[in-house]
């Protein structure tokens, strides 16, 4: 899925955006914990959070995912914008809730894994 | 064998928003290197979990970073507290990290186990009340 298409979904607003619009997800994960986004993670998934700390990015960065969507309506600090710009890395925040976040997305086809379609 | 490239890493132990700062210079200094991508990956993981935890545990520490034609070494040295029991630091869930910790975003004890399995070989030495080394080496 297109992270375009992420952002429409999630009707939310792109805070940092990379030089390709065509940047595409194979699946989604969820947490605040980063150490199971460390943990859980292998392929190319954008990650949710309400983790509201530089770490967030950093550990997308580590793992190789290209978007990382902020839920419940949280403001990035600055520090998480400058690194997921210097990244490359997408940076979305969305309204919703964690809850509604991950079931609009998963109702629209983007799953958990990338071979769990 | 002859070393090809070395890297040394100050990791600051009263910063936490600098914690990983290592990890993701390290990871340029791989990207650079044309390396496979997965490989980059896995070194990169395991030396972030060690940075972390070389912040929320042991105060800060250093990372050496050596690469050969054939493989990726870090060595992670700190002055903390040490680890009392490594097979149990070892264990999936085990964590000693205070609640502060948790609210930012880390201390599940998923750490060390993940370093060894993004790494083909891991040893941890550890003394309490001098410190712990962790070294790391991932096949390229
Ligand atoms: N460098 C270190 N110095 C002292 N103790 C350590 C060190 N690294 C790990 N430990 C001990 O080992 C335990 C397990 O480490 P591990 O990385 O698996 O989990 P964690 O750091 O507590 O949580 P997570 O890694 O999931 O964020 C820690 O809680 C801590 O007690
Ligand atoms: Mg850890």
């Given at each position: 899925m297109k992270v375009t298409e992420i952002a429409e979904i999630l009707n939310a607003q792109i805070?940092?955006?990379?030089?390709?619009d065509s940047l595409e997800v194979d699946s989604a994960f969820a947490s605040d914990m980063m150490s199971d986004v460390l943990a859980y993670v292998n392929d190319?998934?954008?990650?949710?959070?309400g983790l509201l700390n530089v770490q967030a990015i950093r550990t997308a960065e580590m793992m190789d995912m290209p978007c990382v969507v902020l839920v419940r309506g949280k403001t990035p600090t600055g520090e998480m914008?400058?690194?997921?710009?210097?990244?490359g890395i997408v940076l979305i925040t969305t309204e919703l809730r964690m809850y509604e976040a991950c079931g609009r997305l998963f109702a629209k086809g983007l799953p958990a894994r990338r071979d769990s379609k | 064998m002859?070393?090809?490239?070395?890297?040394h890493?100050?990791?600051?132990?009263?910063?936490?928003?600098?914690a990983g700062?290592?990890?993701?210079?390290?990871k340029k200094n791989l990207r650079q290197l044309n390396l496979a991508p997965e490989t980059i990956r896995r070194a990169s993981i395991a030396m972030y979990e060690g940075e972390i935890n070389m912040v929320i545990h042991a105060g800060g520490g250093e990372a050496d970073v050596n690469i050969t034609e054939k493989?990726?070494?870090i060595i992670l040295t700190d002055n903390g507290p040490g680890i009392s029991?490594?097979?149990k630091a070892m264990q999936e869930g085990y964590s000693t990290a205070p609640e502060n910790i948790r609210s930012l975003g880390f201390g599940a004890g998923m750490g060390l186990p993940n370093m060894k399995r993004y790494s083909d070989q891991m040893t941890i030495e550890s003394e309490l009340g001098k410190g712990t080394k962790i070294t790391m080496k991932i096949n390229i």
């Amino acid at each position: 899925m297109k992270v375009t298409e992420i952002a429409e979904i999630l009707n939310a607003q792109i805070v940092c955006e990379t030089e390709s619009d065509s940047l595409e997800v194979d699946s989604a994960f969820a947490s605040d914990m980063m150490s199971d986004v460390l943990a859980y993670v292998n392929d190319r998934s954008v990650l949710l959070t309400g983790l509201l700390n530089v770490q967030a990015i950093r550990t997308a960065e580590m793992m190789d995912m290209p978007c990382v969507v902020l839920v419940r309506g949280k403001t990035p600090t600055g520090e998480m914008i400058e690194l997921a710009k210097e990244r490359g890395i997408v940076l979305i925040t969305t309204e919703l809730r964690m809850y509604e976040a991950c079931g609009r997305l998963f109702a629209k086809g983007l799953p958990a894994r990338r071979d769990s379609k | 064998m002859s070393e090809l490239l070395n890297f040394h890493f100050v990791v600051d132990g009263t910063n936490f928003t600098a914690a990983g700062n290592a990890s993701g210079q390290l990871k340029k200094n791989l990207r650079q290197l044309n390396l496979a991508p997965e490989t980059i990956r896995r070194a990169s993981i395991a030396m972030y979990e060690g940075e972390i935890n070389m912040v929320i545990h042991a105060g800060g520490g250093e990372a050496d970073v050596n690469i050969t034609e054939k493989e990726i070494e870090i060595i992670l040295t700190d002055n903390g507290p040490g680890i009392s029991d490594i097979s149990k630091a070892m264990q999936e869930g085990y964590s000693t990290a205070p609640e502060n910790i948790r609210s930012l975003g880390f201390g599940a004890g998923m750490g060390l186990p993940n370093m060894k399995r993004y790494s083909d070989q891991m040893t941890i030495e550890s003394e309490l009340g001098k410190g712990t080394k962790i070294t790391m080496k991932i096949n390229i």
